[in-house]
T-cell receptor, first 115, second 112 residues
Framework: GAGVSQSPRYKVAKRGQDVALRCDPI?????LFWYQQALGQGPEFLTY????????KSGLPSDRFFAERPEGSVSTLKIQRTQQEDSAVYLC?????????????FGAGSRLTVL | DAKTTQPPSMDCAEGRAANLPCNHS???????VYWYRQIHSQGPQYIIH???NNETNEMASLIITEDRKSSTLILPHATLRDTAVYYC?????????????FGQGTTLQVKP
């Protein structure tokens, strides 16, 4: 596609529910990134994929957060047993490769509200 | 990755140039300087990036000092639609995931 597509755009969950957020990167982009952005803060890195391989998951805040990209294209970020502190915008970005000269293109984000 | 320092907020008059400074005194030789902006309720939007030389595109100009310890993003004729949070980021050039580490950014308010 022309850009990075994320769904759903808005998700409301009750505390304790599991949620799944989807990211469709730009076609052909090898690298895929997930970020979490709390209200009033800059985006914070969660995890990185190169094709289907998850090469960096150092930013995942707890073992309740899980990300996958099984076929090297679409990625899903799953949050189990959601807590109120998980309320944030979850951003996905893709780039042609992971090299520093390649631009990251971001999606519009998925806004998660945990009640 | 090197850290960046930006002023938390700036104002600019519509039609005038907006000059947004960024300090990155610990930048390494292979780290690029990237600028993104984020308009309310949207994802970060790429503006420009550079390694050593000054760069210009249809959106902005990037001026990097010779020692590479600071840079300035220039929006030549700011409009009300340029009101946003602007992030200055340094990113490793190779052999890395190339992830962007965002700071707090500069909130630019363009006023009529």
């Amino acid at each position: 596609g022309a850009g990075v597509s994320q769904s759903p755009r808005y998700k409301v969950a009750k505390r304790g529910q599991d949620v799944a957020l989807r990211c469709d990167p730009i076609s052909g982009h090898v690298s895929l990134f997930w970020y979490q952005q709390a209200l009033g803060q800059g985006p914070e890195f969660l995890t990185y994929f190169q094709n289907e391989a998850q090469l960096d998951k150092s930013g995942l805040p707890s073992d309740r957060f899980f990300a996958e990209r099984p076929e090297g294209s679409v990625s899903t970020l799953k949050i189990q047993r959601t807590q109120q502190e998980d309320s944030a915008v979850y951003l996905c970005a893709s780039s042609l490769t992971g090299a520093g000269a390649n631009v990251l293109t971001f999606g519009a984000g998925s806004r998660l509200t945990v009640l | 990755d090197a850290k960046t320092t930006q002023p938390p907020s700036m104002d600019c008059a519509e039609g005038r140039a907006a000059n947004l400074p960024c300090n990155h005194s610990t930048i390494s030789g292979n780290e690029y300087v990237y600028w993104y902006r984020q308009i309310h309720s949207q994802g970060p939007q790429y503006i420009i990036h550079g390694l050593k030389n000054n760069e210009t595109n249809e959106m902005a100009s990037l001026i990097i000092t010779e020692d590479r310890k600071s840079s300035t993003l220039i929006l030549p004729h700011a409009t009300l639609r340029d009101t946003a949070v602007y992030y200055c980021i340094v990113r490793v050039g190779s052999g890395n995931t190339g992830k962007l580490i965002f700071g707090q950014g500069t909130t630019l308010q363009v006023k009529p």
